[in-house]
């Protein structure tokens, strides 16, 4: 019997699949490109947001947000058949391309997404293909860093748990060696200050000096410009006439949603953290960085 799937919206998966009998799916690039191709177009109609992947011979990973809740089955549907059909009729085949269905697991935190994108990128180091994971082309570790990536990925909440490029950098090189292979899952997490974490005692330590740091600064409440949650809440009652009981309901009539977004945008550029934000709106980290990203504060002369 097949596994029950996860409907909740926003919802973080792992997500894993290998060829048939451990085959060759991805020999050459242009395969490859095909393959992030169909990511491209398929899983934005479904409401999917693309985190993190790794794209291996035999094999890929991806670390993705359901949105809406229980698109996930048609997504993958349409993006392993689609390959799949292509892939046969290119070598003349018939029959399975992908073995065993699809391999969905749930991250459960906001902070897990930080170790299972480690995991993902470090994939091509643990099989000896390169030596460090920015060598590899065909993996999102490039978006991260700051570079050129062959397809676009949201990197916004995992570097923001993080605490920025930097300190992903950090944590990305100190797994290349902690993490063994894990087959489907991820790595079992220890929680380090509400951070689960995986791997070597060095990565631990590495991991937990940046989450103290950080919990440090958020005692000492620094923020940049000095605002005030309740300066903040003013500022934004003023420009939009929305109170902050409005914006922490579930309303979304458009002046309502105009005022959420600013909020989010002008506490983030005051130095909140997104999980500081979405605990005073009342929604998710990701929410609170995605209503952040989506508004210009410069066209509301804010």
């Known amino acids: 019997m097949r596994p029950r799937r996860i409907v909740a919206p926003e919802t ?28 491209q177009t398929i899983f934005p109609s479904h409401q999917i947001r693309l985190m993190a992947y790794e794209i291996m011979t035999n094999h890929f990973h991806l670390l993705l947000e359901d949105v809406k809740g229980g698109a996930l089955p048609r997504a993958m549907e349409r993006l392993e058949g689609g390959y799949a059909r292509n ?8 029959g399975h391309v992908f073995g065993e269905r699809y391999h969905a697991e749930v991250v459960q935190t906001d902070e897990h997404l930080v170790v299972g994108s480690c995991y993902i990128h ?31 990925v949201s990197t916004g909440l995992i570097l923001d748990i993080c605490g ?28 380090v200050r509400g951070l689960y974490v995986s791997g070597s005692e060095q990565f631990r330590e590495s991991t937990r000096s940046i989450v103290e740091r950080r919990s440090e600064r958020r ?11 309740e300066d903040i809440w003013k500022l934004v009652r003023a420009k939009t006439n929305v109170s902050p009981q409005e914006i922490k ?5 458009r002046r309502i949603s105009l005022a959420r977004r600013m909020f989010c945008a ?19 980290t990701s929410a609170a960085v995605r ?5 210009d504060l410069c066209d509301h002369h804010v």
């Open 122 to 152: 470090n994939n091509c180091v643990r099989a000896c293909m390169v030596r460090h994971a920015a060598q590899y082309r065909w993996s999102s570790v490039h978006a991260y860093l700051g570079r050129k990536s062959d397809l676009e």
């Open 12 to 39: 973080f998966f792992h997500v894993t699949a290998r060829g048939n009998n451990r085959q060759a799916i991805f020999r050459t690039d242009d395969e490859k490109q095909d393959f992030l191709g169909r990511i």
């Open 266 to 284: 002008l506490a983030r550029r005051e130095g909140m953290r997104a999980v500081e934000i979405a605990d005073v709106i009342h929604r998710t």
């Open 219 to 229: 005692k000492r409440a620094v923020r940049p410009a000095g605002m005030l949650v």
């Open 164 to 191: 920025g490029r930097k300190s992903y950098a950090r944590l990305l090189r100190d797994t290349e060696a902690t993490h063994e292979e894990h087959g489907k899952s991820l790595p079992d997490a220890e929680q």
């Open 291 to 295: 209503l952040a990203d989506s508004i």
């Open 87 to 94: 892939w046969n009729r290119r070598y003349g085949r018939c």
């Open 249 to 253: 309901s579930r309303r979304r009539h």
